[in-house]
């Protein structure tokens, strides 16, 4: 008997919708300041720091906070919580569903990631509940993966679908901050208070080749990094106990050189599979004239805008944008997207690759051909990456996304300065 390798069936990007919460979650800089002093919860010395990090944070004056951080006393049970992670992930459906002509009994995967909230039954069982999804779906609900496990729900869905035939993934991405709100005065464990905000996004992935037609992008490329085997990796976002055992997600002072590394190394995995051959050879000269022949050379950095022509980078804080802006050599052009999404929306974790791209295509930059690279990075510590093909010319014309009403306000000026990430 001759067994033959099947060929990998390709994956299409059919839409995408990004929540954006009401005007009444809206949170200013004044007003965060406002409830963390009547909390009662933060000594002056903790509302000091708070509000410098705040200034130093990259984000504008209209992020989102859960209704419930907003609620005077706030209310950070079960129960809101709940709420919260429903109206965010049913709101990016819902909108998901209106853009496509989709039956939903042909949805046969669902993967949803939510980091630091896992009731049961699980959030992506909500889903299925929710909208009524087929009793044999593959359901899939990542937990504790931190803000790059968007990337991992795109390469898990992937695999999938290379797997199962004629069949669409619905991928959800969203974090839950109502019953993470850390009310104590460890100021490593503040800063995720002063960044974080609301968000997700919702994904329609397909393997039908009919779809290629009606999609907007073609998946190219995936690539995941796992720096967990190092403990200094490993340790630099901890949710843990304080010395108050008061529960929270500490930073320590070695993220930005830890994410700096895990970054490193999965762009060199990323490096072959999309760059032209003349950058790899400048690449591969300097690295083994340093590595063989001890020369005191510095290693040449790829021009990764010679094969990619749109940038998504996680908004993790503007210290990590700073330094992805300088190692990569980008124009602010390219790094627009994040920092506006930063300004704009916060820190929302996961999904925030999602706004990015939604804003590059709000503004009109997206042509059929281009190649947009999205990566993120977070807790474990891990960096993952997804590299898409676009199908056709994005007309921003009729389309809705959390950009829409608001694109010709952006940019804006954002200063660079040194933050607390």
Known sequence: MFHFKQDSRNVYLVNYACYKPDASLMCSKKNFMH????????????????????????????????????TVPEDVGMREARKEAEKVMFGAVDELFSKVSLNVNDIGILVLNCSLFNPAPSLSSAIVNRYKLRSNILSYNLGGMGCSAGMISIDLAKR??????????????????TQNWYRGNDRSMLVSNCIFRLGGAAVLLSNRSLDRFFSKYQLTHTVRTHKGADDLAYNSILQQEDGNNVVGIKLSKELISVAGDAIKTNITTLGPLVLPVSEQLLFLTTKLAKRIFKMKVKTYVPDFKLAIEHFCIHAGGSAVLDAMEKNLQMTEWHMEPSRMTLYRFGNISSCSVWYELAYAEAKGRIRKGDKVWQIAFGSGFKCSSSVWRALTDIDPIGEENPWTDEINDFPVSVPKIQAFE
């Open 35 to 70: 409830l963390s002093r009547i909390s009662g919860a933060f000594t002056e010395e903790s509302l000091a720091f708070q509000k410098k990090v705040l200034e130093r944070s990259g984000l504008g004056e209209k992020t989102y906070l859960s209704e419930g951080l907003l």
């Open 160 to 177: 999938l679908l290379q797997e199962q035939p004629n069949s669409y993934a619905l991928v959800i991405n969203l974090e839950c901050s």
